[in-house]
């Protein structure tokens, strides 16, 4: 489980294309508390350690993954939002995220408001019961808090604001239209949404 509040900004040293796409990420983390077969979220995807040195880890991206999540992420130079795993006890700064991707969305507009940026992201009609004005929603990783939805043929749109503090930490601070980013809806509207489910039947 992780929180969406991201702790660095890591950098893909390699990308090697075995059985899987196996990653070597560059990070200020220290590794000497990260143990192999520890998760950690890159980009918003829950990801295992399957290697490490001194200032990076290893993991295995397999293509399942790769095909469901947004493109460019995983290759040598990209930018990922690193978090790692919650422990008991920390404090919920953001909100409950998982680490599995339900769609990708693409960035349509990018507007300065104030000192922040608005961006507007288009995904999937299927998710247009799961993201509501004021709830929370994860994009690339990062906790944000979602302005206004409107839905249109095929598409839901939804805005959220980008404060200086998120650009200058994460990977968010220049999106531009055309840019693609992993979703993932609050867990508890996915829950909300399967039991509406179910008792329909």
Known sequence: MFTGIVTDIGEVRSAEQ???????????????????????????VCLTV?????????????????????????????RLNLERAARLGDELGGHIVTGHVDAVGAVVEAAREGDSTRIAVEVPSSLAGLIAAKGSITLDGVSLTVNEVADTAGQTRFTINIIPHTAAHTTLGDLAPGRQLNVEIDVIARYLQRMMTTRSH
């Not at 990420?25 to 918003?44: N, R």
């Open 18 to 44: 075995r059985g899987d796409l196996r990653l070597t990420i560059g990070t200020s983390f220290d590794l000497a508390d990260v143990a192999l077969g520890a998760s950690i979220a890159c980009s918003g």
């Open 50 to 78: 399957v290697d490490k040195g001194p200032d990076w880890f290893a993991v295995d991206v397999s293509g399942e993954t790769v095909s469901r999540t947004a493109a460019d992420l995983w290759r040598q130079g990209a």
